[in-house]
């Protein structure tokens, strides 16, 4: 028996098929693998990696089998150059196992709940839709996958639903066929693993069973996809996908914006959501948009609360916005004050708005441009650390976020 599926929206680890042969590259994968093939500045993989670490993912698990060592030499750049910091690990295949065996020879190493994915495909939709649907999942679902309708769908076998339930696998349509493809990216419990063998495909062999039993849901998303196994589509990759990858983003006071100001809340039972404010988390994230929290928690250093109560809560919004259908991709908080009680926060910082430290520090992570990004405040130090950033601002007095965000967020820089 496994266990019934969490309550929790948020994922922390995610495993990655990174063991493909890449054969039909020919000499561009003769002596790198497929993932780590470069893509604008960096390895795709890195790309990949960058989109999963919005979503929550801190513990990420390369499946690797051909050119294990380039990927493992490569892995070390790829973690230091991530706006978050996880951890990266690699469980190498014994032999040529399948996309199943790989999770198979995996299976000590896997939390109760993970993501899995393919290293040669990216599609920019909104993760928290899997993750939101799976919470409601009854016991018997084995797991979910990301389905993304295309107008040609010959290059890929497609999948048949019945409302979410997926009941069959087909293969590949005529050229030209629409239909609704298999994207790559799956949320599964431990209970795969009984529907596993030592060298199986997940895709050929695994899924269709899945299907045939009832235990297999769908998300269909919406969002840019690229697969890069085949030489156009890696040229394509090489500008589309940077262009698309730095984007806009959406900074988000907490008290006061988020929250209603209650005055130093920092903990669950006195935090009260703003009308409008998950909407609005929710709708940035489906406009592509990165959502980030800045603030400050003078809290900590007049010793109402602590910094792990801080960051406990903080978590908790991000998991409350992601079961929502949102995301916060990052955020950064400043616990100091030059008036504190608490000796070790009894300090000025640069960090503290109205100084614009944590914007900075989130514009450097992220590899942002100002121009491209808005701040909503509900203080004169919101808009004035935002300025110093170089942040078009917006003062929030109240009301309904999401009515006064829409009209932020609609506009194309």
Known sequence: MHAAPSSSATVRQCAILVGGLGTRLG???AATPKPILPCGDRPFLSWLMREYVRFGVTDFLLLTGHLSAEIETAATTIQASLPKHCTVSLS?????????????????????????????????GNIANLLASACADDADVVGRMVLRRLEDAS?????????????????????????????????FNRGLIDALEPACSLERDVMPKL??????RGTVCDGYFRDIGVPEDFARAQHEIPALLHRQALFLDRDGVINIDHGY?????????VDGALDTIRLATRLGRHVFIVTNQSGVARGFYTEDDVRALLNWIGDEARRHGGTIDD???????PDGTVPAYRQASDWRKPAPGMLHDLIKAWELDPARCDMIGDQPTDLQAAA????????????????FARPILDKVA
């Open 27 to 29: 000499a561009l994968t």
């Open 92 to 124: 190498e295949e014994p032999f040529r196992a399948g996309t199943g065996g790989a999770v198979y020879h995996a299976r000590d190493r896997l939390d109760e709940r993970f993501l899995l994915c393919n290293g040669d495909s990216l599609l920019d």
């Open 155 to 187: 290059r890929f076998g497609v999948v048949r639903l019945d409302g979410d339930r997926v009941t069959a696998f087909h293969e590949r349509p005529p050229a030209g066929s629409a239909g609704t493809i298999n994207a790559g990216i799956y949320l």
């Open 211 to 216: 299907a045939e039993r009832g235990r297999l």
């Open 265 to 273: 809340v920092g903990t669950r039972d006195r935090f009260e959501w």
């Open 331 to 337: 955020l950064r908080y400043c616990p100091f004050h």
């Open 388 to 403: 110093a950033a170089g942040v078009p601002a917006h003062l929030f007095q109240g009301g309904n976020l999401l009515e």
